[in-house]
């Protein structure tokens, strides 16, 4: 009876998207995971903000799911023993960290993790102050014990770092890491005021796109930024 959101926030990574879709569409179909995928393309000139389009992507995913994934773009599962299921129990972390090809922390909660739409919402959500790349899911950690939740994590999967394919080229997609005005103190604290309750966006359209035969939503995404509270959202 269940049926997934798959959120994958997305700017600008074509080549990375054209792999993605069908992909996931096969491996969910294959696990006879009910889904919808939605690319969560931010169209505005601000920095990228991974948080809040996960955000928005809970925000318009519609009543006819009941749990979300938030998926990076460039990790794709290869071990089909992987559990995309209902999380009934709690955050359930796809790519843990002794599973990552990257990030081997053990707070670590990035990447895939999934969530049910009730447990998204105790959490009040990611928080929408991380413009540019990285440390919104260690904020995002915060929360979940803060909710009193308990992250879970796949058992039993002899694959160790050959579970995911990581298909990010950094020296063709360089990542947006600089850390402008107050962002470098900013970074490590806790949101506490900010979340689902006041992302502020604009949709742009939505366009049902088939890639490979593998249907997929994408969602033209235009945030907004108060310049006054996170000057780091533009470059300047």
Known sequence: PHRLALLV???????ELLAFVPYMHRFLSKKRIRHHIFILNQVDHFRFNRASLIN??????????DYIAMHDVDLLPLNEQLDYGFPEAGPFHVASPELHPLYHYKTYVGGILLLTKQHYEMCNGMSNRFWGWGREDDEFYRRIKGAGLQVRRPSGITTGYETFQHLH????????????????????????????????????????????????????ILLDCDISETPWCTFG
């Open 9 to 15: 926030p997305f700017r600008e990574r074509f080549e």
């Open 56 to 65: 928005v992507g809970f925000l318009e995913s519609g009543n006819d799911t």
């Open 169 to 220: 080229d950094p020296a063709w997609r360089k990542r947006d890491q600089k850390r402008i005005a107050a962002q470098k103190q900013e970074q490590f604290k806790v949101d506490r005021e900010g979340g689902l309750n006041n992302v502020r966006y604009r949709i742009e359209s939505r366009t049902a796109l088939s890639v490979a035969g593998a249907p997929c939503t994408v969602v033209n």
